[in-house]
C-alpha cells in the first residue's frame, strides 16, 4: 500500500496542529505536576468542530472517517502534549461509534450533540478488576425492573471518569452460564454516570496525570431502559465496532509522540557539543535516531492502513491489531532513544522527554497488551490454533 494525505486530509493536520500550538511545553509540565482534565484543550477542540469528526453531520459532526480522525489525533500527541493531550479528546473519537452504529435516532439525538459541542463528556466502562481483557467474563451485573436496568458490580482503569458525564457502560443482562456462547447475554447502555450510586475513586499513576484513571464501584444504579443500545445480549458485537477504531487512533497517537521526542532530539543532538563537535555528529547517536524514524513510519503506514481499510468497511482485525504493535513498540523505542541522547538532562523534567517516556510506556500496555495483540494476529492472519 502507497499512503499519501489529500489535500483535506492535510487542511485538517495543519488546523488542528495551529488549535495546539498555545497548549506548549509549560502547560503540558504544569499540568503533569499538578494534575487537571486540560478543558482548555478540549474546549478548543471543540470550538473549532472537531469533536465531532468522525460522527454523522445530521448530529453536528463532520462526517469524516477513522483516517482522518486518526490524522487529527496523532497531530494532537505530536504538537508536545502527548498522550496527555490526546488522551483528553480520544474518547470523543472511537467510544460512541457503538451508538452511531445501533443506536436509534432519538438516541443519537440525545447522545451525539451534546458530545460534539463540548458540553458533556463521556467515558467508557468495559474493564474490570478481575477480569481484564477476558471482556466476557466480566461480572457487573444489569438486571431488567420494569422500565429500568439496575447495574451493580465494578470497573476499572476508566479514563476521565473524574469528569464524565455519561458512561458507555458494557453489563452482564443473562448469566454465562444460561447462554449458548459467552459473548451472548452482555448488554450496551449509554447512560448518567450518576454518582449518587457510582463511586468514583482516582488511581495514581506513573503519567499523564492530567487525564485520570478511576476505579468505579456501582451500587444499584438505576438505567432507564430506553438507554440500552441495540438488542439486549449483543453488547460484545457492539462493543468490537469501538475496537479496531481504536487501535488505529492509539498507533497514530503512539507514532505522533515518537516524532515529538525524536524532533527534541534531533534538535539538541545538533546544538550539543563535546569534545569539539556536535554530538549529532557521531554515528553512535544518528544511527538509533535514525532506526526510530524509520520504525514509526512504517507503523504510520499500518496504521492509516488499518484506518483506511475500516473506513471502506473490509476487514481490518488485523492489521488495526499490527499498527498499534507496532507504534507501541516504535514510540517505546523513540523516547527512550530520545532521553539517551539528551544524556543526563534527559532525566530532568524541564527538558519534557521524561515525560514522553512515561507517556509512551501506557501505549503499549494498553488497550490491549502485545502479548494478546501477538496471539489474535497468530491465529487470525497465521491460522495458528486459539491459545486463549
Excluded at 463521556?122 to 429500568?148: M, S
Amino acid at each position: 500500500m502507497t499512503y499519501q494525505m489529500t489535500q483535506e486530509q492535510t487542511h485538517i493536520r495543519e488546523a488542528v496542529t495551529g488549535i495546539c500550538e498555545p497548549f506548549d511545553d509549560a502547560f503540558w509540565l504544569e499540568r503533569d505536576r499538578v494534575g487537571g482534565f486540560p478543558h482548555e484543550l478540549h474546549q478548543a477542540m471543540a470550538k473549532g468542530g472537531w469533536l465531532g469528526i468522525a460522527m454523522p453531520e445530521e448530529y453536528g459532526g463532520s462526517g469524516l472517517g477513522i483516517t482522518e480522525a486518526a490524522i487529527m489525533m496523532q497531530a494532537i500527541a505530536e504538537s508536545g502534549g502527548g498522550n496527555s493531550a490526546a488522551s483528553a479528546i480520544h474518547m470523543n473519537i472511537f467510544g460512541l461509534n457503538p451508538v452511531v452504529k445501533f443506536g436509534t435516532d432519538d438516541q443519537k439525538k440525545r447522545a451525539l450533540p451534546p458530545l460534539i459541542s463540548g458540553e458533556e463528556r463521556a467515558c467508557f466502562g468495559v474493564t474490570e478488576p478481575t477480569t481484564g481483557l477476558d471482556t466476557t467474563k466480566l461480572k457487573t451485573r444489569a438486571i431488567k425492573q420494569g422500565d429500568k436496568y439496575i447495574v451493580n458490580g465494578q470497573k476499572v482503569w476508566i479514563s476521565t471518569a473524574q469528569v464524565a458525564d455519561k458512561i458507555l457502560l458494557l453489563a452482564r443482562t443473562t448469566p454465562i452460564e444460561e447462554v449458548e456462547k459467552p459473548t451472548d447475554g452482555l448488554s450496551l447502555f449509554y447512560t448518567k454516570l450518576d454518582r449518587d450510586y457510582v463511586d468514583v475513586r482516582e488511581i495514581e499513576k506513573m503519567g499523564r496525570k492530567c487525564v485520570d484513571s478511576n476505579e468505579l464501584f456501582i451500587d444499584n444504579l438505576p438505567v432507564p431502559a430506553e438507554d440500552l443500545i441495540g438488542n439486549e445480549g449483543q453488547g460484545f458485537r457492539q462493543i468490537l465496532h469501538s475496537l479496531n477504531p481504536e487501535r488505529a487512533l492509539v498507533a497514530a497517537e503512539a507514532v505522533g509522540i515518537g516524532r515529538n521526542a525524536l524532533k527534541r532530539a534531533a534538535q539538541y543532538a545538533g546544538e550539543r557539543v563535546v569534545f569539539g563537535r556536535p554530538i549529532g555528529q557521531n554515528q553512535g547517536v544518528q544511527h538509533p535516531l535514525a532506526v526510530s524514524w524509520a520504525e514509526l513510519e512504517a507503523a504510520n503506514l499500518m496504521a492509516m492502513h488499518a484506518a483506511t481499510l475500516y473506513d471502506a468497511g473490509k476487514p481490518c482485525g488485523n492489521e488495526a491489531n499490527a499498527a498499534k504493535y507496532l507504534a507501541a513498540e516504535a514510540a517505546v523505542k523513540a523516547t527512550q532513544t530520545a532521553q539517551l541522547t539528551f544524556g543526563g538532562f534527559g532525566y530532568a523534567k524541564e527538558y519534557h522527554v521524561e515525560r514522553l517516556v512515561r507517556e509512551a510506556i501506557l501505549f503499549r500496555i494498553a488497550p490491549v497488551t502485545p502479548q494478546l495483540i501477538l496471539s489474535f494476529i497468530a491465529e487470525h492472519a497465521l491460522g495458528l490454533p486459539k491459545s486463549y
